[in-house]
C-alpha cells in the first residue's frame, strides 16, 4: 500500500488512494474491545448471540475500530501524510470476518491558512460493494523543497 | 440534457459533499469528457428555501436545483418543483408521512413526487407495493439508483415495469465523487425547476449513467 513519499504537487482531483483489501477477524475485533475497555462481558461487538437478540445478523465491528481501519487507509498512503480530519457515516453494519475494500478519492486541493492540504472521499465497502462506512478525510501533504 | 436528479449536500446530516464541491467535481467529470449539464439537491425531509445557489451555477455554467427527499408510509420519495403551498399543506419532516397524499399535495401544487430508489429494502416502494394501495397516481420513478444494493436494481425495473410508468436516474450522491454516476436524459430543455417537473410529466427521458454520456 505505501506507495513511498507522496507530495502535494504529486496528487491531482480524480486520483485514487487504494484499494486496500481487509477482514477484520473475531480475534481483532476482542483485541480491540479490550483496548478500548468500554465494554465488559458478551457485547453486540463480540458475541453473535448478543448482535441477534438486538436485531443484528451477527457480531460487528465497533464503530470506532471501523474509523481507526479507515484512517489507516490515509496514513499508510505514504509517509509525508498526516490526516487531519475523518468525518464518517456509518450506513450498514460491518461485519467480522468479511473481505472489506477500503477505497479513496481525491476532491479538492488547496492551500489552508498555509497548509497545503487535500480533501478525499473515504468508503470501506463489503464484498457485495454496499458501503458500510463513508466519509471525507482532510489530509496534509508537503510540498517539495 | 444531462442532470442527476438526487443529491445531497451537507444540508442534509449523512452527507458529506458542500455544493460548490460538487460544482468542483461536474468541472473534473467534464475534463474527463462525461456530459452533465446539472444537478438537483434532494435534501431529506427539507426544503430549502434559504439558499440561493444561482451564482455559483451562472460562475461554472451548472445547472443546481432544489427538490427533497421525503419518508413516507410507502418509503422515500423524491419531490420536484417545491413550492411553499406544497410546503405548507405537508410537514416535510413527518417520516410517515401518506405517500398518495403527497403525490396528490403535489400535483395539486405544480411539483411531481415519484418514489426514490423502489427497490430499495425497507425504504423502497417495492416493499409495500402489494398493500393494495391504488399506485396509478404515480406517474415516474427512479430507475436507476447510484446507491442500488445488488438485487434491489432488478427489484426496482421490476416494479416500474408493473407501473407502467417512466423511470428517471439519479446518483444519491452523499459524497463528492459519486454525483453523476447516475443522471436523467431529458430530450428538451430543461432550466428551471418548472421545466423539470413539465418535463418529468411528459415521459421525455430516460436514466442513464456516467458512462452513458461519453
Known sequence: ?145 | MFIDLHTHSVSSDDSRATVEQYVKWVGVLRRKRYRIDGFVLTEHRKFDFDKDYSALAAANDVLIMKGSELDTNMGHFLVYGVTEALTSALDFSNVSMDALDLVKAADETGAIALPAHPGRFGIGLCEFADSGADLRSIAAAEGLNGSNRPGEQERAEDLIRRLGVPATGGSDAHLVSAIGKCMTSFENQVLTETDLVRELRSGAFAPVTLDDTI
Open chain 1, 1 to 145: 500500500m505505501n506507495a513511498g513519499k507522496i507530495y502535494f504537487e504529486d496528487v491531482d482531483l480524480g486520483d485514487e488512494v487504494g484499494p486496500v483489501e481487509r477482514i477484520v477477524t473475531d480475534e481483532q475485533v476482542i483485541e480491540f474491545t479490550q483496548v478500548w475497555g468500554r465494554e465488559e462481558g458478551p457485547t453486540r461487538f463480540t458475541s453473535p448471540e448478543k448482535a441477534r437478540s438486538e436485531g443484528l445478523p451477527e457480531a460487528i465491528v465497533p464503530g470506532a475500530m471501523n474509523i481507526a481501519i479507515m484512517s489507516q487507509l490515509i496514513t499508510a498512503w505514504s509517509p509525508t501524510v498526516r490526516l487531519r480530519k475523518l468525518d464518517v457515516v456509518f450506513r450498514s453494519p460491518v461485519l467480522h470476518n468479511r473481505p472489506l475494500t477500503l477505497r479513496g478519492m481525491i476532491t479538492d486541493k488547496g492551500v489552508v491558512d498555509g497548509d497545503p492540504q487535500i480533501e478525499c472521499d473515504v468508503t470501506m465497502e463489503n464484498e457485495e460493494g454496499t458501503p458500510n462506512v463513508i466519509g471525507k478525510a482532510v489530509v496534509s501533504l508537503p510540498v517539495r523543497e
